[in-house]
Each structure stands twice: as C-alpha cells, then as structure tokens.
C-alpha cells in the first residue's frame, strides 16, 4: 500500500499507480549485491584521486583530520538516512523520505537539489579520467569525459544485478591501487604523525598551525569525499527485505569507504615530498617519485577504471531518481510517461537513464570545475534536510510503521543539524547564492504548476514491500 504527504491513505489506488502503468522496478539484490554498487557510487578510489585534491590544497596536513571530523558526521548522518531509508523505502530517495513525512513542498526542495547532484557529479568525475590516461594516451579531457560518460550510460542499461557484479570486479581493482599509494606513502613517510592532529600548510616549522575555521570550511568537501553511502536508499526499492537490508548496507558502506579513503590520505600526508607537491594533489605523480614509472601507470589506469566505475553507478542511481519522480507525477503528462517507462528486457528505467547520461555527457564540453563548491554545498544541504525530517519522522501514522530506530534519537539528530548548518554558513558566499537560486526557481515551479494540481501532481508513492 502507498503512503502520502498529504493525502490521506483512502486513495491508495490513485497514487500508487506508476506514470508507465505497468512495470515496476524488481527486488533483486541484498546487502552483498547493495554494499558493492554503493560502494561502487561512493567510490572510495575516486573520490581519494578527484576530490581529495582540492581537500588536501585548502587543509594541507590536515586533510586527514578533516576527513575523520567529516566520518564521524557522516555516521550520525548514515544513522538517519537508515531510518528514512527503511521507513520509506523508495527509488526517489531524499525526496521521497522527506515528502512522505514532512510534507510535499518540502520533497520537491530535496528533489531540485537531488537533481544538482544527478547532473552535476558524473561529469566532475567523468571529465578527471583524462588525468589518468595521460601516462599512455595525451587525449582531450572533454572528449574523456563525453566518452566516459556514453560508456556509464550503456552499462547503466543492463540489469541492476548485472551491475552489481561487473561494477563489484572495477572496486576490487581501485581498492587494490588505493592499498598500494597507502603502502608506498607509509615507506617513505618523512612527517611526524603529530602533523596529523597538529596541521599545517606548509612544512612542520616554516607555516603557522593550520586553524579551526579551514577545517570546518573544509568539511563540506570532506563530504563531498565520503558522499555515496547514501545510494542504498536509492536502491531501496530494488532491495529484498528492504527494511533490513537498508541499513546494513548505508553503514558497511560508509565504513567500508571511510577506511579505503582515509587510510592513504594519512600516507600520502606522511609521504608527500614537500608542502607544494602536497598542495597539488598530484597523487599518480608521487607513486612514480616512490616507486616506478610501471607503478605510477598502474595506479594511474586503476584510477580511470575506478572513475568509470564510478560514472556507471552514478548514472545507475540518478536514474532511477529521474523515474521516481515520473513515477509521482512531477511533470507533464507526456514527460511522466517516457520518464515512468521501465525496459521489458532489462527491467531498468531506460528513458531516464537516457536523459541523465546524455546531458552529463553534454555538461563534459562545458566548464564544470567551478561546480565542485556547489556540489559540496548541495550535499551538506541533502543531508541536513534527511536529519530535519528524522525529528518528525515518528508522529502520527509514522510513529507505529515497520521501520529501523536508530540510536539516540532525537538527541543525535538535533546536534546533527546544528553542525550541518555551521558547515553552511562557513562555505563560499557565491555557492551558497547559486544553491539559493536553484531552490528558488523550485520554489515557482512548485507555486504555478504543481501546487494548483495537487490532486493529480507530485504525488509521492512508496511502494510496498
């Protein structure tokens, strides 16, 4: 039976019919097949050669500090996000966990910004492959980026056990290149760990101590770093026994991806030459500096595998947030149809994985590298709506659904909030007015369109076990 926002549940009938009418998405995973395509979309080696850079370029020594901070937050985090994820186990993720308890304006807010990452995040991902093929192939980064992203698009057709699969065998390999940056950097460590607790942004001795204020500025990147985990609940309608499937796959996930992250940015911090080369980020260059030329390739290949693999999954979770939305009647008529619409042969939502992988492709020949601060924003923003919901999330009807409770409530989620909105408030004012100015136009398509039509619009559906 589908629940509703606003409606009450004497309608179940209306609502819990899909744009498409006739296919839904089937339950063919558990927490095995879960964990490796979550862990495939949080990526743990990409995120350790992309976005750890630009970490490691604003924090210095304190990178890995920076990361810990962002874990320990992300845990709280994963604990909420397993709760909604159970109670509303649906395909469109944020903004079907939000809608349901805490109204249907606010689900069409988490949906814009749900839709900033869907469109956004692969081609940042997709556009880096080029760093990483250039020890055997100098090609042009727009045209990796396009091709990679063509290549996500395919695989994002297959089935999703498939995928599990072939994505699972790509994770073992960037798992393996990240152990061995870990092992190199640990052999020529030239820091004291004390660098670790006490950073800098030069050398121990030639720069000041590193302050509070960067680090915190540097936990909405560090987010950005560990973001993923959050796809189980995305795949929650996919998922068999998703009430407890949901929670043990956010959080072996999130350790599982904390761990492969963290522990070669300690290395690579002990490691690293000299505070410039450290600032660069340049993590293929300093393997070659500690090993090999032929080491340097591997990792190098590993990290473009790793990429790839990344894109596939993204593409595969974005999608199925683009058919949810169909699915509840978010657009025209003609719209919901093609993006409802679920393949008879591969039982994935094909049109909307389409639509997402094409224009990430599109968005590979424009500049995107401005678009990293305003992902990190929109993602400290997802996140803060998920923890706001949890307070509300056990009233009324909501209170006595089959659902896992986590921990500590509603202290937890409370302290939660408060640091999610310090993070905010510590990012780049030019960010923050961009993700203002996508809630905003949010805001007006809701107020003229889907408002006046609540009855037949943006009805949000979760489906039954």
Known sequence: MAMTADRPPA???????????ARRLPRSIGVFGGTLLTLSCLTPASSLFVVVPPLLA?????????????GVLCVAVALCYAEMGTLVPSAGGEYAMVGTVAGRFSGWLMFALSFVVVLVIPPIFAVGTADYLAPVLDLDKRAVGVAVMLLGTVMGLLNLRANAWITGIFLGLEVVAAGVVAFLGFAHARRPASVLVQPTLAEPGAGSVLGPVTI?????????VLQGFTTAVYLSEEMRAPRRTVVRT????????????LVP?????????DATTLAAGDVAAMVTGWSSPAVGVFVSLSI????????????????????ASARDRAWPDVVNRALGTIGARFSSPW???LVVGLSGAVLCLVPIATLNGVTSVVVAALYFGVVAATLVARRGNHRAAPAWRMWGWPVLPVLTAVVLLYVLSRQAASDLVITLAVLVLAAGYWRFYLRPRAGERWVVTVPAD
């Open 250 to 261: 956010v959080l072996w996930t999130l350790a599982a991806g904390a761990l492969v992250v």
């Open 216 to 224: 915190i500025a540097g936990l909405a990147v560090a987010l950005f």
């Open 304 to 323: 473009a595998i790793a990429i790839v693999n990344a894109v596939v999954v993204m593409v595969i979770q974005n999608s199925r947030v683009l058919y």
């Open 58 to 70: 604003l924090t210095g020594t304190g990178a890995a500090l920076t990361i810990v901070l962002a």
């Open 351 to 353: 049109p909307a994985t």
């Open 11 to 21: 309608t179940p009938a209306s609502v819990n019919a899909p744009a498409s009418g």
């Open 265 to 273: 940015v300690v290395a690579i911090v002990l490691g690293a030459p």
